[in-house]
């Protein structure tokens, strides 16, 4: 056993065995079969076949092939003896339109993948929104239009009504910073708008939604059922001023309305220049906020700003913020150009317990990309050996152990992601998956990671 490494490259460090050992994907990401048994079209299918939306014009038409491949990957989750699986359901799978009836064929397939789940001990963890709204609510002004959030909530309650008695944990949104500021202020993402005042309508009403959401499966779920969130709140660094107004769009937009029924000050007075605030209506707050049992973290790397340097004006993933500079910070980096730092993880759980000291926290998302190459070993079988990965994970882990030992009520970790998959407007070109999959022939191959993972989970100490 090595411990307190200061590198984080620990070994033999021990989990509880109440403690959750997952992976995860998203719907768009891996599932393909885009058009078939009457699934509506998303506004990622709209922006990824915008031409030089997404790097090398890739679409999520195929991805993975998950939809047609459900049984053999179900059989792959096993295989890893992962204790959890954290998916997520595409929203115009299950309301072509947005709003309406059910589509039975949608339901199915989730149906089919939770009853695969269950039959393999695997615990299933829902994600209600991993960003592909429906086309036709874009079309009637997506998450800057409030009734939008009303509609996810009519959605919330048919799949919960569907899966409620067999789902463990429910996560209303993934990332909604990432939906109103990659997809409404830098339009990085889809739907592709660049305008600081609708970004910060469309993080109001994906607030909204959550809270509506929430009061909706609670309706139709399991009592036994668990209700989350999953925000990737961002680590950071720099001189005072500069991170609290950075932190105030990347992180205290939502974490204030969600989890203490308020809006902070200093980012109403920040943002005051770009909008009134008046698409917050009597009453919103208390719809926002409402009690959860789990709260979702993604962690991947930090940031290291510097002094304002002058007049904030563009749109950005942070709006009001881009005078600030963003400093470049030592390696090493994954393919994303991410540096890779596991302490960031343990200030986020440490800072995020001190602030809600009564809400459990869970990893939802942690992982790296990097240029995996497969090989042919002497017997002819096909070998990913990404040692840089494996080291990713050895340290992160390291940092949830650590924040174990701290006291922190940490209760799992959710490798992303299972498979290479579609990086959104990166395309096929960044691989975090555990698993290769040859986006050709569509065959899987168990990288060194996910073989290093499956003795983790079985063994329930780091190797």
Known sequence: MT????????????????????????????EGAVDEDGRGASIWDTFSHTPGAVQNGDTGDVADDHYHRLESDLDLIASLGLDAYRFSIAW???????????????????????????????????????????????????????QTAYAFADYARIVGGALGDRVAVWTTLNEPWCSAFLGHGSGEHAPGWQDNAEALTAAHHLNLAHGLGVSALREVISATAQISVTHNLHVIRGDAESVRRIEAVGNRIFTGPMLHGAYPADLLADTLPLTDWSFVKPGDLELI?????????????????????????????????????????????????????????????????????????????????????A????????????ADRVDYLRRH?????????????????FVWSLMDNFEWAYGYSKRFGIVRVDYETQERTLKDSALWYRELIAERRIP
């Open 92 to 146: 115009p799978r299950i309301q072509p339109t947005g709003r309406g009836p059910a589509n039975p064929a949608g339901l199915a397939f989730y149906k089919r993948l939770v009853d695969g789940l269950l039959q393999r001990g695997v615990t299933p963890v829902a994600t209600l929104y991993h960003w592909d709204l429906p086309q036709a609510l874009e079309d009637e002004g997506g998450w800057r239009n409030r």
């Open 397 to 413: 882990f390291t940092a949830a152990h650590r924040a174990l030992q701290a006291g922190i009520d940490l209760r799992g970790y």
């Open 289 to 373: 906020h409402q009690p959860i049992d789990v709260l979702g973290i993604n962690y991947y790397n930090t940031t290291l700003v510097g002094p304002a340097a002058g007049a904030a004006s563009r749109a950005s993933a942070f709006p009001g913020t881009d005078d600030i500079p963003r400093l470049d910070q030592p390696g090493p980096f994954t393919e994303m150009d991410w540096n890779i730092e596991p302490s960031g993880l343990l200030q986020l759980l440490a800072a995020t317990h001190a602030e809600f000291p009564d809400l459990p926290l869970m990893i939802t998302e942690s992982g790296a990309a990097f240029d995996d190459v």
């Open 3 to 30: 411990v307190d490494n200061p590198d984080y490259r620990d070994s033999g460090l021990r989990f509880p065995d109440e403690f959750v050992l997952g992976s995860a994907t998203a719907a768009y990401q891996i």
């Open 375 to 386: 090989t042919v070993d002497d017997h002819g079988v096909s070998r990913v050996h990404d």
